[in-house]
């Protein structure tokens, strides 16, 4: 179902991108990590990248996924999320994956 929201919003949004890792083994497929940003979210990344903060919020949601957010400060000096993503747990690879994304997708 996710990847199908996903994929409505690519139609939506030509600018809109993301990408999902699924683990390997188990069915059905579990999430790994996923890295989301809208058209929208990228012009205010370009527009007000002095400053970008990173931030994690660990297991706050019903499936127990580490949600984690890219924000920037605007001119307003209000915060404005750029970029999210989903991890499936603390650890060095998650969050290497999750920057390398943020960096090919601005």
Request: hydrophobic letters at 40%.
């Amino acid at each position: 179902r996710f990847v199908h929201l996903m994929n409505e919003e690519k139609l939506k949004d030509s600018e809109f991108c993301f990408e999902i890792e699924y683990e390997i083994s188990g069915f059905p497929q579990n999430l790994k990590r996923c890295f989301v940003m809208s058209g929208k979210m990228k012009k205010m990344y370009l527009k007000f990248s002095d400053i970008v903060i990173f931030d994690d919020a660990e297991r706050t949601n019903k499936h127990g996924y580490l949600l984690v957010g890219f924000q920037v400060v605007t001119n307003e000096n209000k915060v404005a999320t750029i970029a999210f993503g989903f991890l499936n747990g603390l650890n060095d690879e998650n969050y290497k994956w999750v920057w390398r994304k943020f960096v090919e997708m601005t």
